[in-house]
């Protein structure tokens, strides 16, 4: 007679929670609502290339949760849009704007991702609830736009609802003064930012 066959061991119990996120990491939404210095470990995709909020060390950083912005160290490694990254840096605030700043070991890159929709914004809108994230906003252009001397244009609009906004065009962007002409309507495209004077 044949010895008998070991029976298969039963495959492992699946679970139906899904898994969480690795502890270390926090949405992103979580940490805009710690106290400055607070050191916070978050994980994100850059919707907009390093440079487009001003100087190339900031970038925004966003997921399902929310935004903030980065201040990345000098010695960062090269980004493109669309670049998810793994911070870990202290809370601190510039002009308003909420920002993490890790030192070279608080930034790793871990791979890319689809860069998040746009979301649709009213002037009303704009502030801390949507800052850093990507968002589109249209609007008529009531004012010549202006150029600083760094390059950077400065476009005032109104929105449907006749709410005024501020659009900040980066020199990097590449825009000619002359592609926005006073009483037309546009629908730009960018993050939202914050500089209090």
Sequence with gaps: PRAPRPRPSPPPALSRRPSAPPATLALI???RSRPLGTVVPVQGVLPAEPGRLGTPPLVPLQDPSGAIVV?????????VRGTVLEVRGRLASAYGQLEIRPDASGVSVTGLALVPEPRALAAIDLGEAVEAQLGVLEGRVTASPSRSTSGDLTIEVEDAAGDPARVMVDASAGLAREAF???RSYRFTGVVGQRAS
């Excluded at 201040?71 to 980004?79: E, I, K, S």
């Design 181 to 183: 002409v006073r009483g």
């Design 71 to 79: 201040r990345l160290p000098d010695d960062r490694p090269a980004l």
């Design 29 to 31: 939404g979580l940490p």
